[in-house]
Structure formats: structure tokens, C-alpha cells
């Protein structure tokens, strides 16, 4: 890695950086470079490489732990449908208004998180969200529950947005993909630990399930805190080569609009107006409707259309989880070292061979059970790599500018595809059967393709090109 020289900011723009700056609460204000700069080649790399470290680690592990703060009440609802009284419908019904409410989240916090410090950014949700389940653990009327858990999806969508701002402006755009791909393992880590933790919580009190990973989110909080950097510049380094970018007339949005002008501009032309973008966001949905009709729908359709008991079906919807963070894993160095840094590409052969897998999964003999699996996590190891990919094209078509905004639109069609996979397919399934979900699920998979293919020509990001 190697970084580039500072590039100089007009008088104007820097003017303009205060006035908007001070719009923000003081805490929320995005760290201001260092008085002192740090000159030294030598120096710069060693920086570099402690501080790019610390923030992988500490990005993934703390985004992990929002997972701690969000996927814990799936393991409570039984115990709490058994003690409180609540139905499944109203259970279910916290589910969908927390997600809803989460990729609308995802999508604001973006456009305030492209301008605020992520550092204190990202440990203040995890700290609002470790509130929110204390208020859950220790509430019992169903609609104050539900109230606390509509809350925790607002404050989970301030997770996303500062981690896209960290890796954008620590990470070059050449390598990216690579750096974000590790970052999603989060994901996988942080859903997998708390479905552990919470199982053995449960057995005692149900209100564990939240009291103590909120214990857990406060700590982590308190590490992001010490541990986190908002951007080089505030420690003295420069700019990672690459990024850097001019201001001008045109981007400030004229003269006197200073930093909320040459803000919304910076939207307007890189997010807004980026046609590739759109097509991303609009194929994320695709690629979330496979994903979530399978984790979702996966050990019924298996049980009915396939005769495989519930046990045997949830186990293999594990495998095709699993498969995933291996593919997200490929994706992001094939991106890098094969297709030049250029996502949509790689997003087309993956999502066409989902396609191809689920279709085989679909026509193979249901006593083949072994086969049934493979299959399964074929398309898994497919649907998974887009997955983690949509985000990263984005941030680098938006820039370290607006990369917290790009990844809010795509992750709110991401979870708008709940009104497909939820109702659409169960819809199907009960009007039309199983024949007829796989036969939706793989005219997605060829929808989606056809997204990506649209994105062939899109750039590996939108910076300046450089001489």
C-alpha cells in the first residue's frame, strides 16, 4: 500500500467543511486532520498498516455485535410466546416492522453518516440498540415490546453506513473489494454467535437473550470508541492513494453553497444520478430475495416438496449459509486480481450460476438427500458473493464522499425484497405450490442477472482517473 500526497482543499472549501460541520452536534462533528502531519515514507507505511489493521478488525468484530443486539430474538420468541401470552402473528409482526423500519434506517443514517465520524457514529448506535434491548428484556405488554423493537431497527441501521465511510477512506479502491468481502464475514460471525449464546441463554430466562448481549454491545461500544479512527487525515496521514478528489465550482454546487451545496451535488452526480447504482440497488433486492427465501422458507419447502425432515432441512439450510461466507471470500479477491477491480462483472457469473444451481436443486431426486445439499449450497456459495459484492461497487462508484449513502439505497431494496420473499412466495407456494416458488425463485436469479449484465460497462470506481 502506498499512499498519496495530500491534495490541496481551497480556502472555500475548507470554509465551507466548518459551516457544515457545524451543523452536526459536537460529538457527531467528523474529526478534523491533525495539526500535525506525518512526513516520513517510512513513518506514513508503518501508520498505515497498524491503524488499516486496527479498523478491519475492529469494523468486522463491532459490526458482528449489532448482529448480538438484532438476531437474538428469534431464539427467545417460543419461550416468550409460552410466558407472555404474545401470538405468533404478533411476534412475526415485530420481525417485519424491525426490518422495515431497518432498511429505512440504513438509507438515513447514510446520507447523515457520509458527514458525521464514524467512529463515534457506529458506537453510538450499538450503544442506542444495547439500550433498546434492555428496555425489551425488561418489558412484558406486546406493544411496548414492540414498540423497543421497532426502535432497535432504527438504531441498527446506524451500523452499516459508518463502516462503508471507515473501509472507503482506509482502503484504496483497488483492493476494496478484498478488504470488504473479509468485513462481511461479520455477518456470518456475529448471526452464528449469537444463535449459540442465546440457545444456552434461553434455558434459564428468555430476558437474557437481550440483557446480556446488550451487556456485550455496551462493551464493544466502549472499544470502538478507543480503537476507531474516523479518517487518516485526522491522524496525521495522508490520503490513501486514489481518492483523492477536487473541489471545483460545479461539484460545490456554486459559490457561497460551500460544504451542504457541494454535498448535495456530490449526491445528486455520484449517487442519484448514477444509473449504475440504481441497477444495483434494484438487483440487491433480487440477490436478497433468494437469500431470505431460502433461510426463511428453506426447511418447509425442503419438509413439503422434498420429504426431508425438519431436522435433516435445517441443517442444510445451515450449509448453504455457511457456503456463502465462502463465496463471499472468493468473490472479493476474484474481483481484485481477475476482473480488475470491477464487481458487476463478477456479480454476473455469480448470480447466473445461482440460477443454474437452484434450477438443478429444484429437478434433483428428493431421495438423494447428499445431492439435495450439495445443490443447496452451491447456490448459497452464488447468492452470497453479489451479496457482499452490491455494497462494495457502490461505496466505490459514490466515493469515500457519499459510499455511506450508496450502501443505504442498495441495503433499503435489499430489505424491501421482504414484500417477495416473505408474501410473494408464500403466496405461491399456497395458491400454486412448491413447483411454482422454484420457478419464481429462478426467474429472479434470471431478473437479476440481467441487472448485472446491464452493469458490465460500469467503472471499478468513481474517482478522478489520475496522470
Known amino acids: 500500500m502506498t499512499a498519496a500526497k495530500i491534495p490541496s482543499v481551497s480556502s472555500s472549501a475548507a470554509a465551507g467543511r466548518g459551516k457544515q460541520a457545524s451543523r452536526l452536534p459536537r460529538f457527531l462533528r467528523p474529526a478534523p486532520p491533525a495539526e500535525r502531519r506525518i512526513a516520513d515514507p517510512a513513518e506514513i507505511r508503518r501508520v498505515y ?26 431464539v427467545a420468541m417460543p419461550v416468550m410466546e409460552h410466558e407472555l401470552g404474545i401470538s405468533k402473528a404478533n411476534l412475526g409482526l415485530f420481525l417485519t416492522l424491525h426490518g422495515l423500519l431497518y432498511g429505512v434506517s440504513k438509507f438515513a443514517n447514510g446520507l447523515l453518516g457520509d458527514r458525521a465520524n464514524a467512529r463515534v457514529f457506529m458506537a453510538t448506535g450499538l450503544l442506542m440498540s444495547a439500550a433498546m434491548n434492555f428496555c425489551f428484556g425488561l418489558s412484558t405488554a406486546a406493544t411496548v415490546l414492540g414498540l423497543f423493537w421497532m426502535a432497535n431497527g432504527w438504531f441498527q441501521g446506524m451500523g452499516f453506513p459508518p463502516c462503508a465511510r471507515l473501509m472507503t477512506h482506509w482502503f484504496s479502491p483497488k483492493e476494496l473489494a478484498t478488504k470488504m468481502s473479509l468485513w462481511n464475514t461479520s455477518h456470518t460471525i456475529g448471526a452464528a454467535a449469537v444463535l449459540v449464546l442465546c440457545g444456552y441463554l434461553v434455558r434459564f430466562d428468555w430476558r437474557l437473550c437481550f440483557l446480556v448481549p446488550g451487556v456485550l454491545a455496551v462493551l464493544m461500544a466502549c472499544v470502538l470508541l478507543i480503537r476507531l479512527r474516523d479518517t487518516p487525515e485526522s491522524i496525521g496521514l495522508p490520503e490513501i492513494e486514489g481518492t483523492a478528489e477536487r473541489s471545483s465550482g460545479a461539484a460545490d454546487g456554486g459559490s457561497g453553497a460551500g460544504e451542504a451545496g457541494e454535498f448535495r451535488a456530490v449526491l445528486a452526480r455520484k449517487v442519484f444520478g448514477n444509473p449504475y447504482i440504481w441497477l444495483f440497488a434494484v438487483a440487491n433486492g433480487f440477490v436478497y430475495t433468494i437469500r431470505y427465501g431460502v433461510l426463511d422458507r428453506g426447511p418447509t419447502l425442503l419438509k413439503e416438496a422434498k420429504g426431508i425432515a425438519l431436522t435433516h432441512g435445517s441443517w442444510m439450510v445451515a450449509g448453504f449459509e455457511t457456503a456463502g461466507l465462502a463465496g463471499i471470500l472468493l468473490t472479493g479477491w476474484l474481483t481484485d486480481r481477475v476482473f480488475g477491480g470491477r464487481p458487476s462483472r463478477m456479480c454476473l457469473v455469480f448470480m447466473l450460476l445461482c440460477g443454474v444451481s437452484l434450477c438443478a436443486f429444484w429437478k434433483a431426486p428428493p431421495q438423494r438427500v447428499a445431492l439435495n445439499t450439495a445443490l443447496l449450497m452451491t447456490a448459497g456459495f452464488f447468492v452470497y458473493g453479489p451479496q457482499a459484492l452490491i455494497g462494495i461497487a457502490a461505496a466505490n462508484l459514490a466515493t469515500k464522499r457519499a459510499a455511506a449513502t450508496a450502501v443505504g439505497l442498495t441495503g433499503l431494496f435489499g430489505y424491501a425484497s421482504t414484500v417477495l420473499s416473505g408474501w410473494g412466495l408464500g403466496w405461491l407456494a399456497q395458491h400454486y405450490g412448491w413447483d411454482a416458488v422454484f420457478r419464481g425463485l429462478i426467474l429472479v436469479a434470471v431478473v437479476g442477472t440481467l441487472c448485472f449484465a446491464a452493469t458490465w460497462r460500469a467503472k471499478p470506481h468513481g474517482y478522478e482517473e489520475t496522470t
Open 49 to 74: 498498516a497498524q491503524y488499516r489493521l486496527r479498523i478491519l478488525t475492529w469494523t468486522t468484530l463491532g459490526y458482528a455485535v449489532f448482529y448480538f443486539v438484532r438476531k437474538n430474538l428469534s
